[in-house]
Nanobody, 125 residues
Framework: EEQLVESGGGLVQAGGSLRLSCAAS????????IAWFRQAPGKDQEGISN????????FYADSVKGRFTISRDNAKNTVYLQMDSLKFEDTGTYYC??????????????????WGQGTQVTVVT
């Protein structure tokens, strides 16, 4: 069974850092773009970052550009999201999703053959 499992969320003070992991099982991520989405209470889901299968094929939403860094380790079948300089407005549930052979330089509509269950990130001031 294909699965994505997020981990690394938690409670952090504003200005702090967290590193999220998205571990895949039941399939290999080599041919998949992996994106991170987040959803805050009362807000629409936001696609914040994506990493494609080609080197350098990466997307960041303006809201996280310069603060978050996405990376992938195909050998570990895992994608990471390093989140620095966290702000209160980064609070939300973070999900990762995999999309077969999707480009990494943007998040296409309907992205996500597989989705994780989410991990909570809470930033306090």
């Amino acid at each position: 069974e294909e699965q994505l499992v997020e981990s690394g969320g938690g409670l952090v003070q504003a200005g702090g850092s967290l590193r999220l992991s998205c571990a895949a099982s039941g399939f290999t991520i080599d041919d998949y773009a992996i994106a991170w989405f987040r959803q805050a209470p009362g807000k629409d889901q936001e696609g914040i970052s994506n990493i494609g299968t080609r080197e350098g094929s990466i997307f960041y939403a303006d809201s996280v550009k310069g603060r978050f860094t996405i990376s992938r380790d195909n050998a570990k079948n895992t994608v990471y999201l390093q989140m620095d300089s966290l702000k209160f407005e980064d609070t939300g549930t973070y999900y990762c999703a995999a999309d077969y052979r999707a480009p990494g330089w943007y998040i296409r509509p309907g992205f996500g053959d597989y989705w994780g269950q989410g991990t909570q990130v809470t930033v306090v001031t």
